[in-house]
T-cell receptor
Framework: AQTVTQSQPEMSVQEAETVTLSCTYD???????LFWYKQPPSRQMILVIR??????QNATENRFSVNFQKAAKSFSLKISDSQLGDTAMYFC?????????????FGKGTKLSVKP | ETGVTQSPTHLIKTRGQQVTLRCSSQ?????VSWYQQALGQGPQFIFQ???????GRGNFPPRFSGLQFPNYSSELNVNALELDDSALYLC???????????FGPGTRLTVL
């Protein structure tokens, strides 16, 4: 079965510090994308970063970066220089059936609080 | 470029009633997916529509049905509402060549 596990229900970090959110997944597919989504209190799901499984280089988007370990099926998100606006639920997800366009399987999420 | 929009924002229904939720996809997108997000959980896939045809379905009963129109907007219909149907319903659109689903703000459904 294809699953996504986020083992940290809640985390908090001081403004300007760095925090890492964990995600593990299980799939038998070889080519797929992995995603981190952010859902602020406004509810709108926003894509933070994506990683293509066939690329060994870890994806980076400004203050957000991932540590992708394909063999371990691990996909963690690092947020550097945390800002108050980063406070949100963060979901790890990947497409069922592999590829990039399949329906997404989400983890249960990590609630991140950034404190001033 | 207009993003994904959903209506209504909030909805309250009673058990046994029927409800229709609407989604307008982002310009240029021909694929719409619907997700149910229960409180404190991640979204769960309901179904996907591609060019007006259902293109995949999650583990939801037949009383969850949908439509996609020629302009690629979509409806989610739920019949015989149950208390457990209370959730945030998210719509996401994407294009055939893209690798990202763009989400709408969701419809909060409460079933009493």
């Amino acid at each position: 079965a294809q699953t996504v596990t986020q083992s940290q229900p809640e985390m908090s970090v001081q403004e300007a510090e760095t925090v890492t959110l964990s995600c593990t997944y299980d799939t038998s597919e070889n080519n797929y994308y992995l995603f981190w989504y952010k859902q602020p209190p406004s509810r709108q799901m926003i894509l933070v970063i994506r990683q293509e499984a066939y690329k060994q280089q870890n994806a980076t988007e400004n203050r957000f970066s991932v540590n992708f370990q394909k063999a371990a099926k691990s996909f963690s998100l690092k947020i550097s220089d945390s800002q108050l606006g980063d406070t949100a639920m963060y979901f790890c997800a990947f497409p069922r059936g592999g590829g990039s366009q399949g329906n997404l399987i989400f983890g249960k999420g990590t609630k991140l609080s950034v404190k001033p | 470029e207009t993003g994904v929009t959903q209506s209504p924002t909030h909805l309250i229904k009673t058990r046994g009633q029927q409800v229709t939720l609407r989604c307008s996809s982002q310009s240029g997108h021909n694929t719409v997916s619907w997700y149910q997000q229960a409180l404190g959980q991640g979204p769960q896939f309901i179904f996907q529509y591609y060019r007006e045809e259902e293109n995949g379905r999650g583990n939801f009963p037949p009383r969850f049905s949908g439509l996609q129109f020629p302009n690629y907007s979509s409806e989610l219909n739920v019949n015989a509402l149950e208390l457990d149907d209370s959730a945030l319903y998210l719509c996401a659109s994407s294009s055939g060549g893209g690798a990202e689903q763009f989400f709408g703000p969701g419809t909060r459904l409460t079933v009493l």
